[in-house]
């Protein structure tokens, strides 16, 4: 991949590096945060020590993956960004559903299609020098899912062979443009923005899920979808319950 080829395709006014291999990008972006002049776009070749939420492990491999982080800077508190991992869903879907392949969405924050994970988000944030705060967005996309790398996940995951084909830097271009596009929206107008159209895309809609903390059921009721603050809408026995994304995973209830 190339910066300069990937720049000069996308409409976003970011800056782009590309390295060839690291261990996270997220961890470079905010390592550097403090130093950096605007948002810019970190893409890894090959990644080797991809990162999920808590402490979670990012597979990926140089043939068959895009790995990249993006560092945007936002105006007000840690506050200003509540929905922010969804609002990038969002956008990752409508970047891909425009180039021809359905996703859907699986709360809080994965890219699913035909039922498995094809991307994950992970938005990590620091505050900023100048005021603000730095939200640090790493997103991994499946290109293609080698018997393998399933393997090694225990579970069974989604690739893109359609967008595999396409050329890498014009694909991360058009990511980018979805991503910058959106950010600057949420900036704007926060979640509620996004809020319907996370719905639209919502995987399990109206299908009975449970919440697991550390590997146990918290909580079981059929997805309702998300409120304009990217909670989770559980109807449950006792009512409506709606879910912050804490350290929680939602399945479908076998
Ligand atoms: P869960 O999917 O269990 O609800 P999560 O949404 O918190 O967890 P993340 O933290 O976004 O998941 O991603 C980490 C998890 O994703 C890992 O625990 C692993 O199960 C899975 N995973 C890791 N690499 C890949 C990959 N390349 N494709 C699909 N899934 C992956």
């Known amino acids: 991949m190339n910066a300069a080829h990937i720049a000069a395709r996308s409409r976003s006014g970011v800056a782009v590096e590309v390295v060839g291999e690291t261990g996270s990008t997220n961890a470079d972006l905010l390592a550097r945060a403090a130093g950096l002049a605007g948002p810019l776009l970190l893409v890894a070749e090959h990644q080797t020590a991809g990162r999920g939420r808590a402490g979670r492990s990012w597979l ?42 359905q996703v859907q969405l699986k709360w809080p924050n994965d890219v699913l299609k035909d039922g498995d994970k094809l991307a994950g988000i992970l938005v990590e944030t620091q505050n900023a020098p100048g005021g603000g705060v730095w939200a640090v967005i790493g997103i991994g996309l499946n290109l293609l899912m080698p018997d393998e790398m399933e393997a090694r996940l225990g579970r069974s995951a989604a690739g893109v062979p359609w967008l595999a084909r396409m050329e890498r830097d014009t694909l991360v271009a058009a990511l980018l443009d979805g991503l910058a596009a959106a950010l600057r929206e949420f900036a704007a107008r926060g979640f509620g923005a996004f809020s319907a159209r996370w719905n639209l895309r919502h995987a399990w809609q109206g299908e009975t899920v449970v919440l697991l903390d550390a590997g146990k059921v918290v909580q079981e009721g059929l997805a309702a979808g998300v409120d304009d603050s990217g909670r989770l809408l559980l109807d449950t026995v006792d009512g409506r319950m709606p879910v912050l994304a804490g350290d929680v995973s939602l399945r479908v209830k076998a």
């Open 60 to 101: 990926s491999s140089a043939e068959g993956s895009l790995t990249f982080s993006l560092a945007w800077r936002f105006e007000g508190g840690p506050q200003a960004l509540t929905g922010l991992p969804l609002a990038i869903g969002v956008a990752l879907a409508e970047t891909i559903s425009a180039l021809g392949v």
